[in-house]
């Protein structure tokens, strides 16, 4: 898409009202004023609208002005998802989960966890095929489910991805320290009459926030070199470990293979599921993908089968070489290379460490900065940050606001307070997507009948009702296997019922396959492992899409409503079915 004409002459640097609030609702004061006394019947508008594939796809880029650079093969999306998923998560957890949950059974974990993630990736690769566009979850969940759960799942994949650098920047920082001087807080700043959690600044962490948005926001192409340049020494680094830790395992430090029983299995899944996430910051990349029907399956799918295989290896050497008793839960595999006499070995896992940091850094920024572009085209937050740069190709406003609000978080928050605010977004996320795949298969608004309609509700009700008592049933361990049997039963029967069906809508081009069994299942597992988290990550999610309920409330119903009615008489999407597939196939030569 070029742009138009009344954008070649503006700057892109601008600052007016214009470009951050150009909707009717707030050109004055009576304006605002009416908008909000219509709240009620504009928040039913919303959350019966849902978009569709052309619109995401050909009209709201146009906010965009400048179109993104078409620059990624299958070859950049597997080591971008390699770089953002492949960070420090695996270093940090394992050893904290072998010891105080699964014991020699992490493997166990990290399988299962994997198996989740991958069902969620195939999610996500089928969306992302048919619709590439930067918004990734956001985009999909529009089109499937509508604009006011699209919203809630944004904001709170955007909160966790923003804290989220923040805690990477932090570890960064920790992590650099202690392989300097031992010292994991000797680059920071305490201010005594600071509030603890908040007395410790760490201008380290903001630096290194930074150059990684710089870097990301240089150019797309430019990012995924150095990304899976970078990768290859993470690659060689975990090739060692693996074949050390097999050389130097012992059989007798497997057994008991599960100490703490299947509960133990599950519930470190629960929390090693968080070194699988980031592949959803792939799916952004989408726009920027030379053939999207073919790099996409293989880059995103074909790296998160590779990465659960890598994952699984890396924790049987780590419980092969050391008891799982004796593991260091702070410094797991630097600690056991000290164990088996190869001290030297620790500073190749700290360097490994460092580098994974880096590129999630880099990849997430990438990422948070095409989710923020998507959520401004469609004015849920002003436009301004929707703008891409004529030269870069690359959405600067969106990545400097990511930078500026992760750097603040970063600045004064401590660690403790970081991991405090992460919640169950990503599962809750991951959930809604297969039950968006669902919907997109079984239901058509052109095609499909009242009837027909109820049936299919009536299936995914069971689904999902069926997962989140099961869910329950184990957090809280009550009914033991009796409910859990029901639970898989009636999941079982709400699924079959589901496949017999007709389904409405054909995959473009790629599919997932055994639909409705994979995303039935995937809606189950990811239900199942947000059971394992403790209640007050609940309470965190409420509190969290509270908040976010109040400026939706306030502004973005308001201006998605403004918007979407101003362009009903404007927008041509009657014929856009063959040109939604020819921007799904289109391959651009990039030089």
């Known amino acids: 898409m070029e742009p138009s004409s009344s954008s070649e002459n503006r700057s892109y640097w601008r600052w007016s009202k214009r470009d951050f609030f150009p909707e009717k609702s707030f050109e004055n004061g009576n304006s605002y004023r009416a908008a909000l006394a219509a709240t009620c019947p504009r928040l039913k508008d919303r959350l019966l609208n849902r978009s569709s594939d052309s619109h995401e796809l050909l009209v709201l880029p146009r906010a965009s002005e400048h179109r993104m650079n078409r620059c990624l093969t299958w070859w950049d999306l597997a080591w971008l998802a390699f770089g953002s998923v492949v960070g420090s998560g695996i270093f940090v957890v394992t050893g904290q989960e072998a010891r105080l949950h699964a014991g020699p059974a992490i493997v166990l974990s990290y399988a299962a966890s994997g198996f989740s993630a991958l069902l969620s990736a195939l999610c996500y690769t089928e969306f992302a095929v048919d619709v590439p566009v930067a918004g990734g979850s956001f985009s999909f969940l529009r089109i499937e489910l509508g604009d006011f759960l699209a919203f809630v799942a944004a904001g709170n994949i955007l909160l966790e991805a923003l804290v989220g650098a923040a805690g990477l920047g932090r570890s960064w920082s920790s992590y650099f320290a202690s392989m300097v001087k031992s010292d994991p807080d000797f680059f920071r700043i305490r201010i ?346 609940f309470w965190r999610f409420i509190i969290c899409t509270g908040v976010m309920f109040v400026y939706y409330f306030f502004v973005a119903v308001h201006a998605t409503y403004d918007v979407e009615h101003q362009n009903q008489d404007n927008t041509q999407e009657g014929k856009n079915d063959e040109e939604v597939q020819d921007a799904t196939n289109q391959e651009v030569d990039v030089p």
């Not at 780590?318 to 088996?340: G, P, R, W």
């Not at 891409?388 to 600067?396: M, R």
């Not at 009914?479 to 709400?494: D, E, K």
Request: positive net charge; proline residues 5%.
């Open 192 to 537: 005594p009459g600071f509030k603890p959690g908040f007395d410790q600044l760490d201008p380290l962490a903001v630096a290194v926030l930074l150059i990684a948005n710089g870097i990301a926001v240089s150019g797309t192409r430019k990012t995924s070199i150095i990304t899976w340049l970078s990768s290859l020494i993470t690659t060689l680094v975990i090739g060692f470990i693996i074949i050390v830790g097999f050389i130097h395992g012992k059989a007798s430090n497997l057994t008991p293979f599960l100490p703490n029983g299947v509960d133990g299995v599950f519930n470190a899944a629960a929390v090693v599921y968080w070194s699988y996430s980031g592949f959803d910051m792939v799916a952004t990349m989408a726009e920027e993908t030379k053939k999207p029907s073919r790099d996409i399956p293989i880059g995103l799918v074909g790296s998160m089968s590779v990465i659960t295989v890598i994952y699984c290896l890396m924790a049987l050497s780590l419980v092969s070489m050391v008891k799982y008793t004796e593991i260091d839960v702070n410094a797991a595999y630097s600690v056991a290379f000290v164990q088996i006499g190869m001290s030297w070995a620790k500073y190749l896992v700290s360097i490994c460490a460092l580098k994974g940091m880096t590129t999630s850094l880099l990849v997430g920024s990438m990422g948070q900065a095409r989710y923020t572009t998507q959520i401004a085209r469609s004015h849920m937050i002003p436009p301004f940050f929707a703008l891409v740069h004529p030269k870069t190709g690359t959405p600067v406003n969106a990545t400097l606001l990511t930078t500026i609000c992760s750097s603040v978080i970063a600045l004064f928050s401590s660690l403790d307070v970081l991991s405090s605010v992460f919640s169950i977004s990503t599962l809750f996320i991951f959930m809604l997507m297969a039950v968006a795949l669902l919907v997109r298969r079984y239901y058509s608004r052109e095609s499909t009948g009242r009837g027909e309609l109820t049936r299919v509700m009536i299936c995914l009700f069971l689904i999902v009702g069926s997962s989140a008592v099961g869910a329950a049933f184990w957090h809280s361990q009550k009914l033991g296997w009796i409910g859990y049997t029901v639970a898989a039963c009636v999941w079982f029967l709400g699924t079959l019922a589901l496949s017999l069906l007709p389904k409405q809508r054909a995959p473009k081009v790629w599919g997932v396959p055994l639909v409705p069994w994979l995303p039935s299942l995937s809606v189950a597992t990811n239900l199942f492992l947000m059971g394992s988290l403790g209640t007050e990550a």
